[in-house]
């Protein structure tokens, strides 16, 4: 068992997370304003799957429950101490100002001199009480969607532009949700261009399970018998807390695919994601199936976690995930941020500057093994009830 602090923080999460963000209910927010609209023709929108996603309809999908507004620092320099003191920090008035934030549950000490925000230097870290080491201090992935602030698809020249941002901002591997908008054409194309791997999402919908074949058509067909860029396959998104099927469902899917992708020459990691308290609950129907374990790991909806806080939250997150399933699997964190703009969640409080520092301290710690949310503003989606959902576009701070 994990220290109860610990406990409490990620598992506890699991009724803040009714806020949901929900990166699942992403894909389905995009469609809000073409419904309205009735622009599907206009936008050209590829859907992924006409029987499993049923996008072709453009149906207005439920309210979510968060929120944010957007203003973004500019790129300065910065002095950021990590230490393992537990005093409580008062926020820095300016994000040209040295910024120092204490986590209240880490075991790293070291001083990152940034050139830029979150130009990070690697520091160390390690972790009693789990086999998995949590790697910190450099950004392994972001996610990225290519919709337009309309819900658009993007054209191939403003995805070739935004990956190679992507590259250049030090990231080695970018999150697709699903493979919809051409993604794999466009966002494949140019990630191979400048080195990136891809975390491939197969979409699962509020029409269940069925039917995403597709999606996994669309890989097996783009990448010909080649997956030495796919880092690994990601089936679902939180299917299980949005309802859209069951564990038991859930793992027979994520079966079936490995199948699929294995008679296609796949040979990597196949997995899926869930709120913390979602696996937990499942992991009896899970673990079995996971070559690795993965969550979607968000501080903020935590009430009781501040932005100075985020980066010992992920990282003593992503040390419980390890003691889910048996066997040693890898973890990761397959989403996490903190909004820009929106109405504060008890102690977390989106912001500008409240959202460069919990970035950085989620780098900092658990940098190696996180998933950012992510590359832009998705201004394509409901605020939701806390006005926050289009606001966690971060990638201006790693300039």
């Known amino acids: 068992m994990v220290a109860a602090s610990i406990l409490s923080g990620p598992i506890a999460a699991g009724a803040t997370y009714n806020h949901r963000h929900a990166q699942g209910a992403f894909h389905a927010l995009m469609k809000g304003s073409e419904a309205a609209a009735g622009e599907n023709a206009t936008c050209g929108y590829t859907p992924i799957s006409s029987t499993s996603c049923g996008e072709e309809q453009l149906i207005q999908p439920p309210p979510m429950?968060?929120?944010?507004?957007?203003?973004?620092?500019?790129?300065?320099?910065?002095?950021?101490?990590?230490?393992?003191?537990?005093?409580?920090?008062?926020?820095?008035?300016?994000?040209?100002?040295?910024?120092?934030?204490?986590?209240?549950?880490?075991?790293?000490?070291?001083?990152?001199a940034l050139s830029g925000p979150l130009s990070l230097l690697s520091s160390s870290s390690s972790s009693s009480?789990?086999?998995?080491?949590?790697?910190?201090?450099?950004?392994?992935?972001?996610?990225?969607?290519?919709?337009?602030?309309?819900?658009?698809?993007?054209?191939?020249?403003?995805?070739?532009?935004?990956?190679?941002?992507?590259?250049?901002?030090?990231?080695?591997?970018?999150?697709?949700?699903?493979?919809?908008?051409?993604?794999?054409?466009?966002?494949?194309?140019?990630?191979?261009?400048?080195?990136?791997?891809?975390?491939?999402?197969?979409?699962?919908?509020?029409?269940?399970?069925?039917?995403?074949?597709?999606?996994?058509?669309?890989?097996?067909?783009?990448?010909?018998?080649?997956?030495?860029?796919?880092?690994?396959?990601?089936?679902?998104?939180?299917?299980?807390?949005?309802?859209?099927?069951?564990?038991?469902?859930?793992?027979?899917?994520?079966?079936?695919?490995r199948a699929t992708l294995q008679t296609a020459g796949y040979a990597g990691p196949v997995t899926t994601t869930e709120p913390m308290s979602t696996l937990q609950a499942n992991t009896a129907d899970l673990c079995d199936v996971l070559d690795v374990v993965g969550a979607n790991i968000h501080a903020f909806f935590n009430s009781d976690i501040t932005a100075s806080q985020a980066g010992a939250f992920v990282s003593s997150s992503l040390q419980e995930l390890a003691?889910?399933?048996?066997?040693?699997?890898?973890?990761?964190?397959?989403?996490?941020?903190?909004?820009?703009?929106?109405?504060?969640?008890?102690?977390?409080?989106?912001?500008?500057q409240e959202q460069q520092i919990a970035i950085t301290a989620i780098v900092a710690e658990a940098g190696a093994r996180s998933a950012i949310v992510s590359f832009a503003d998705d201004l394509w989606k409901a605020e939701g009830d806390l006005g926050v959902e289009q606001s966690w576009g971060c990638g201006h701070l790693f300039d």
């Open 129 to 257: 009480g789990s086999s998995t080491r949590i790697d910190p201090g450099s950004p392994w992935c972001i996610t990225y969607s290519p919709y337009t602030s309309t819900g658009c698809c993007m054209t191939s020249s403003a995805i070739s532009s935004d990956i190679a941002s992507i590259a250049a901002k030090g990231f080695s591997s970018v999150r697709l949700y699903s493979t919809d908008c051409d993604a794999l054409s466009a966002v494949a194309s140019a990630a191979a261009i400048h080195g990136l791997k891809l975390v491939l999402g197969i979409y699962i919908s509020d029409n269940g399970i069925s039917g995403v074949e597709d999606q996994v058509s669309d890989i097996t067909t783009h990448f010909e018998g080649d997956y030495s860029m796919v880092e690994m396959v990601v089936v679902g998104n939180e299917a299980i807390f949005n309802n859209y099927c069951s564990g038991v469902e859930l793992a027979a899917h994520i079966s079936s695919v």
């Open 323 to 352: 003691t889910f399933c048996p066997g040693d699997k890898e973890v990761y964190n397959f989403e996490t941020g903190w909004p820009s703009a929106g109405d504060a969640n008890g102690k977390a409080v989106p912001g500008a």
């Open 65 to 112: 429950t968060s929120s944010v507004s957007s203003s973004h620092p500019t790129s300065s320099a910065v002095v950021i101490s990590i230490s393992t003191s537990t005093a409580p920090l008062p926020p820095p008035t300016s994000t040209s100002s040295p910024i120092t934030f204490a986590p209240t549950s880490s075991n790293v000490t070291s001083e990152l």
